[in-house]
């Protein structure tokens, strides 16, 4: 329809966002109520929908379930915050009636919410639909905007708990343009963008700190901070990625699968994704990871995230076949059948590394089928002890060794704003570094420089 619509995805998802970024042709942006503060949200929001036409927010599961009863970090929570009218979407698989009892339940549960239509799903055929939409409009009050048939074709192959990532997906594009067809014939398109239209003025609570512009730093050159980008690697938050542009970086894709070695970079970050779908090309790519295992041994700063961290460790294990990894960690990570790690996480970091605090406290979430079925610590040790969530081992998280940190927890920028500077203030250390003969490895293992018999880190 030729309108600028900015996608959000509600809770701490990688592979809807992806899909929805695709689509729109412009990053997909996370809210998440445990992760971030009210009013980090309010001022990441307004910052990313400046300029555009609308947005669009997909929520996660129900319109009230969260971690509590009382819903504390639903999609409900968060509309009533954005004062954003809501489209609820309902699954009518043999039901009529009752689905207008579900609407009139979720309308009366809290009438403060501003629910303003109704899309059926999964409808049978036209009895199906007139009953269905008889009941919402005479029961609730609501408008059908949308009639959803059951669809015989599935585009959308699954695995384990959502969707393929798009960039898995072999007919993306003919997917994308039969979803196009069946909103155009099904949903009334003109007057769900006038609901979005009624949505009131957003404005910043008066002292709270505002997103900054994607300004860079003056340096004498940016940083370069690789990020490993393919089909191995894959679930990025774009907010981190554009933090660390704000803050002077220069951002290096990297491919894991292809690439013969590590780019001169100074710094690195791997993110999740699904290292066990990419096992066997990850495994003969020997010269890429003999390249990053001597990086690290001379100091290069890593921050890995899940997948990253399994890539990190000496061995895969899929299906009880065993692929060699980088080895930075004498680990060997397990693909398993049932998920490991699910759901929001507290991390209390306990020990000095190179990227946070001791004593600060960090929100964010984990999600992974593998677990660490070995390890022998030589020099690593566990940074983060987990006041929620399952992390590594025994309640522990953080893998360190020298200028790396590894972690099954995903970290969101808006609500963890140490996590860049740190990965910042690394990679300048590192460059400096590089160009000096007195640097020594303190006895944590991260990189610092001699001055006047003292140790001086960061």
């Not at 109704?118 to 409009?137: M, Y």
């Not at 779908?277 to 790519?285: D, F, I, V």
């Amino acid at each position: 329809m030729g309108l600028k619509v900015v996608p959000f995805k509600k809770g701490p998802d990688f592979i809807d966002a992806g899909w929805l970024a695709y689509v729109a042709g412009r990053p997909c942006y996370n809210l998440d109520l445990f992760m971030m503060s009210k009013e980090e949200i309010l001022s990441s929001f307004i910052y990313r929908v400046k300029g555009s036409d609308g947005a669009v927010i997909e929520g996660n599961r129900g319109l009230y379930d969260g971690v509590d009863s009382e819903g504390t970090y639903s999609t409900a929570r968060l509309a009533k915050l954005l004062q954003a009218p809501i489209i609820l979407v309902v699954d009518c698989t043999k039901a009529t009636s009752t689905v207008a009892a579900v609407v009139l339940g979720c309308q009366r549960f809290d009438p403060d919410l501003a629910i303003k239509g109704v899309i059926l799903n999964q409808v049978a055929g036209d009895r199906h639909e007139s009953v269905i939409c008889k009941a919402v409009e005479r029961y609730c009050n609501l408008p059908v905007l949308g009639v959803v048939p059951k669809l015989r074709k599935d585009l959308f192959p699954e695995r384990h708990m959502g969707l393929i990532p798009y960039i898995e997906h072999h007919r993306i594009e003919r997917s994308i343009t039969f979803t196009v067809d069946v909103a155009e014939r099904h949903i009334d398109l003109d007057r769900l963008w006038d609901v979005a239209n009624s949505a009131p003025q957003l404005s910043i609570i008066k002292g709270v700190r505002r997103v900054r512009a994607n300004r860079r730093e003056r340096r004498e050159r940016p940083l370069d901070i690789g990020v490993i980008r393919d089909h191995a690697f894959q679930f990025y938050y774009p907010e981190n990625l554009e933090e660390l542009e704000r803050l002077g970086a220069r951002l290096i894709e990297i491919n894991a699968t292809s690439e013969r070695e590590l780019p001169p970079i100074d710094a690195l970050y791997i993110g999740g994704g699904f290292p066990e779908t990419q096992a066997e090309r990850l495994s003969e790519n020997i010269s890429f990871r003999d390249s990053l295992y001597q990086r690290v041994e001379n100091g290069l700063p890593v921050y890995a995230e899940c997948g990253g961290l399994m890539y990190l460790g000496k061995e895969l294990v899929v299906e009880d076949k065993t692929y060699p990894m980088v080895g930075v960690f004498k680990a060997v990570f397990t693909i398993e059948k049932r998920p490991q790690g699910h759901g929001y996480t507290v991390l209390e970091v306990e020990r000095s590394n190179p990227y946070f605090t001791t004593g600060t406290r960090l929100k964010g979430h984990e999600f992974h089928y593998s677990r660490l079925s070995a390890l022998k610590e030589d020099n690593t040790y566990f940074a983060f002890r987990m006041e929620r969530g399952e992390g590594l081992y025994k309640k522990k998280d953080g893998l360190c060794y020298k200028n790396v940190l590894a972690t099954y927890t995903h970290l969101h920028a808006v609500g963890n704003g140490e996590w860049a500077d740190r990965i910042i203030e690394r990679a300048t250390a590192y460059t400096i570094l590089n160009k000096r003969s007195d640097a020594i490895f303190s006895t944590e293992g991260y990189y610092g420089v001699k001055k006047g018999g003292c140790l001086s880190v960061g």
